[in-house]
Every structure is written in structure tokens, then in C-alpha cells.
């Protein structure tokens, strides 16, 4: 069972779960973060260093968004991996926490 980034990391982006990982499974886009479901090796560390709390096991993941599961595995085959922290975006907190963002993912 992997975990999933969900909907409250688009346009946020915080990377403090990226510094805790242990294989390097993260995939960073232009605002938004995913986790490789092939290379998670569920180890739970990231879960609570994500500030916007949008980091679920698989199982976890909300009704209303199981759509991120799929979502993860394939941005994960086209973005770069992330290994070390960088600065959220500029408007992060702004973010944090408002519904229906995933129309403003930018792939």
C-alpha cells in the first residue's frame, strides 16, 4: 500500500515530507507534489511533516479523492523526482485548505 498525495498539496507545494523520505519516491510538478506508488515503501514518515496534510495511505485516501491514486502513478512516470526541501510557494498558506483546487493543477 503506497500513499497519495491529495488535493491540498496543488498550489501549496510544501516540501517538508520530500526531507524524510528514505527512497526518494516524490515527483515534483510545477504545483503540485506525487508520490511513486512502485518506489513508497510505506514507511509513514511524511505523513505528518506535511503541513497541508494532504498525504494519505492508500486505503486512507478520501472518497472524494480516489481520483489522486491514479493521479499519483501517472505524474510520477513524468516528473522529476524531489530529494531535498525546497521553499513552499509564494502563496502556500493562501491555499492551504480550499476546496476544489484540482482544476488549477498544472501538469
Not at 508520490?35 to 503541513?51: A, K, N
Request: aromatic share 8%; proline share 8%.
Amino acid at each position: 500500500m503506497a500513499y497519495v498525495v491529495t488535493e491540498n498539496c496543488i498550489k501549496c507545494k510544501f516540501t517538508d515530507c520530500v526531507d524524510v523520505c528514505p527512497v526518494d519516491c516524490f515527483h515534483e510538478g510545477p504545483n503540485f507534489l506525487v508520490i511513486d506508488p512502485e518506489e513508497c515503501i510505506d514507511c509513514t514518515l511524511c505523513v505528518p511533516e506535511c503541513p497541508a496534510e494532504a498525504i494519505f495511505a492508500e486505503d486512507d485516501v478520501p472518497q472524494a479523492q480516489h481520483g489522486f491514486i491514479a493521479l499519483n502513478a501517472e505524474l510520477a512516470q513524468i516528473w522529476p523526482v524531489i530529494s531535498e526541501r525546497r521553499e513552499a510557494l509564494p502563496d502556500a498558506d493562501e491555499w492551504s485548505n480550499k476546496p476544489d483546487k484540482l482544476k488549477y493543477l498544472e501538469r
